[in-house]
């Protein structure tokens, strides 16, 4: 059972550059979530889902798109890479709402330069 | 006053030692609160929900005191195997009830 699966793991982007994270997830979940974690900081809400077709932003949405065509992909794009984007990344899921826990993928590392 | 609020610490604890951390929340509303642990370069993954009533999970305690607007987490026998960051999470309490704020995190370390 693979649970949440981010693709890749690392990246290197240069200034400007854009790139799309990936994640999936085989849980059946409703929910999706993109979140930033930087260094000695809690995680941030980029952007959810409630379902396929439904997006919202959540507390640092500038810079980043997101889509979700279906049950288990949500995809993470970045436009216009910016050094302020370094930071690690983490798709979650859960079945319902926040009053289920979230389970996480393991991240990935992206570095702008 | 942040949303959520920990100690970041470390808390240096020894083996076998009881330990025991707060965390602070300002949303009067906020209705889930939960314990995370994430290990260094990894991804979060949750160790208890906290409930109204106190829950127990083996040498795991989490307590909520809303009069207070604050959960704890106590550990009990600490195992080396705790060392970690321990995050508090408390959603919003507001119409938007999907979105979960999460406290930066209080690390542990646990010493031989």
């Known amino acids: 059972n693979a649970g949440v699966t981010q693709t890749p793991k690392f990246r290197i982007l240069k200034i400007g550059q854009s790139m799309t994270l990936q994640c999936t997830q085989d849980?059946?979940?409703?929910?999706m979530y993109w979140y930033r974690q930087d260094p000695g900081m809690g995680l941030k809400l980029i952007y959810y889902?409630?379902?396929?077709?439904?997006?919202d932003k959540g507390e640092v949405p500038n810079g980043y798109n997101v889509s979700r065509s279906t049950t288990e992909d949500f995809p993470l794009r970045l436009e216009l890479a910016a050094p302020s984007q370094t930071s690690v990344y983490f798709c979650?899921?859960?079945?319902?709402?926040?009053?289920?826990?979230?389970?996480f993928g393991d991240g990935t590392r992206l570095s702008i330069l | 006053r942040k949303e959520v609020e920990q100690d970041p610490g470390p808390f240096n604890v020894p083996e076998g030692a009881t330990v025991a951390f707060n965390c602070t929340y300002s949303n009067s509303a906020s209705q889930s609160f939960f314990w995370y642990r994430q290990d260094c370069r990894k991804e979060p993954k949750l160790l208890m929900s906290v409930y109204s009533s106190g829950n127990e999970d083996g040498r795991f305690t989490a307590q909520l005191n809303r009069a207070s607007q604050y959960i704890s987490l106590l550990i009990r026998d600490s195992k080396l195997s705790d060392s970690a960051t321990y995050l508090c999470?408390?959603?919003?309490?507001?119409?938007?009830?999907?979105?979960?704020?999460w406290g930066a995190g209080t690390k542990l370390i646990i010493k031989p």
């Open positions: 999470v408390v959603n919003t309490g507001m119409d938007s009830n999907y979105q979960l704020i």
């Open positions: 889902s409630v379902g396929a077709g439904i997006t």
């Open positions: 979650a899921s859960s079945r319902t709402g926040n009053y289920q826990p979230q389970h």
């Open positions: 849980m059946n979940h409703n929910y």
